[in-house]
Every structure is written in C-alpha cells, then in structure tokens.
Nanobody
C-alpha cells in the first residue's frame, strides 16, 4: 500500500511558476513510476509528466515539455513538478499517481492517487 499526499498549487498569473509536491509513503514506494495528471471539469484526466522508479526516464505531454520538469528526491520519497511559464490552459486539478508501469500516460496503469490540488492560471 502506498499513500500519496500532495502540496503546492494555487493561483498564478500567466508566465509565473509553481511547484507541486507529492510525498509517497508505504512499502517500496521508491520503486514506483510517479505520474502527474490533470483534469478539467467535464474532461478526461490527462497525462502531464512522469518519472520512472529508477529515476532516469521522464516523459512529458507535448504542450508542457520545456516548461515543466518532473524530479524525485529519492531519499525523501518526494516527487516534484516544477511548472514554469504557466499559461491559462494549464488551469486544472493536478493529481500525482504511483504505479508499477512504464506506460506513463495511461491513468489505468496507476494504482495509487493523491488527493488532487487546484492550479489556476489567470491571463
């Protein structure tokens, strides 16, 4: 069993930066691929970024690549999503997720989810 607790997010203006944090606790949580997803009301949850359990493999949604960076502080089982140059279309509820998968972009591949955190970007 893995528990994920998110922090960060909030309100930003276009061009600003925010950092989301996801702390994982539980057995072997460091072995899991960690993904970040986002969801706008009425739309499907979409993949944003992910990092493998071993750390060197990262994946990004095309529209965030170069602006967002996913990383993990392994000793603390913390995964970060650094979001730069935020745009209004980045507004969503963001979720972190953990799964034993290399199919980063598929929500069904993840077994555990954080509680979600709102990110609102104004123009």
């Amino acid at each position: 069993q893995v528990q994920l607790v998110q922090s960060g997010g909030g309100v930003a203006q276009a061009g600003d930066s925010l950092t989301l944090s996801c702390t994982a606790t539980g057995r072997s949580s460091g072995a899991y691929t960690m993904g970040w997803f986002r969801q706008v009301s009425g739309k499907e949850r979409e993949f944003v970024a992910g990092i493998s359990g071993s750390g060197p493999t990262t994946k990004y949604k095309a529209s965030v690549e170069g602006r967002f960076t996913v990383s993990r502080a392994r000793a603390k089982n913390i995964v970060l999503l650094q979001m730069n140059s935020l745009q209004p279309e980045d507004t969503a509820v963001y979720y972190c997720a953990a799964g034993l998968t290399m199919e980063f972009h598929k929500p069904l591949e993840y077994d555990y989810w954080g509680q979600g955190t709102q990110v609102t970007v104004s123009s």
